[in-house]
């Protein structure tokens, strides 16, 4: 079963458990996309108010692109899960031989690069949102102001939660071009948000 389609209770659940997974990446995931849901709440509760006839258009507009949003991130949940899975499994390899040895490490490279571009695509994805979310709390219903101010809130919080995860991923990449390229890429999302 794919942690997307469990129950909110279920989830919460599975990640107080002492599984590694779902973890600080999936709960990532699962922020960014409760920032999409409120930002696309917020949007629709202008939408159809006189007072707000001004913005209706452009209401409508983000109120689709969360839509979008919040369905990828919710499929990100699941994709966390996996590249972790892919790392655990490859540090499972057999390590009998100097080829052996060889392949394990090669695969583990390999997987951890790929837990590493997860985050990232969250980060990069939320980072692109943020500014979304901000005109939303600004044009839209003023009724509705928390609502989008803990949109931006989780909005962050599933920026600042992916790039601890590549970053932890990162420690562990022998590819000194790769962590050199994501590392600059997790300072300017960081620079740029916080």
Not at 73 to 93: E, G, K, T
């Amino acid at each position: 079963m794919k942690l997307q389609d469990l129950t909110l209770k279920e989830f919460l659940e599975k990640t107080a458990s002492n599984d590694a997974v779902p973890g600080g990446g999936c709960s990532s995931a699962l922020l960014a996309a409760i920032a999409a849901s409120l930002t696309e709440m917020v949007a629709k509760l202008t939408i159809g108010r006189k007072k707000y006839s001004d913005v209706e258009e452009r209401m409508k507009e983000i109120a689709m692109i969360m839509s979008e949003n919040r369905a990828q991130f919710i499929n990100d949940i699941d994709r966390d899960a996996v590249s972790y899975q892919l790392v655990m499994d490859a540090y499972q390899l057999p390590k009998n031989s100097d080829e052996e040895i060889a392949q394990r490490n090669r695969k583990i490279q390999h997987a951890t690069k790929i837990a590493s571009y997860i985050p990232m695509s969250i980060a990069q994805r939320a980072y692109c949102m943020k500014d979304l979310i901000k005109e939303t709390i600004q044009k839209g219903n003023i009724n509705a102001n928390s609502d989008g101010k803990v949109g931006l809130l989780a909005c962050e919080a599933a920026i600042k939660g992916s790039l601890l995860n590549v970053r932890i991923n990162l420690e562990n990449i022998d590819d000194e071009e790769f962590v050199y390229y994501m590392t600059e890429k997790c300072n300017e999302i960081e620079n740029n948000t916080f």
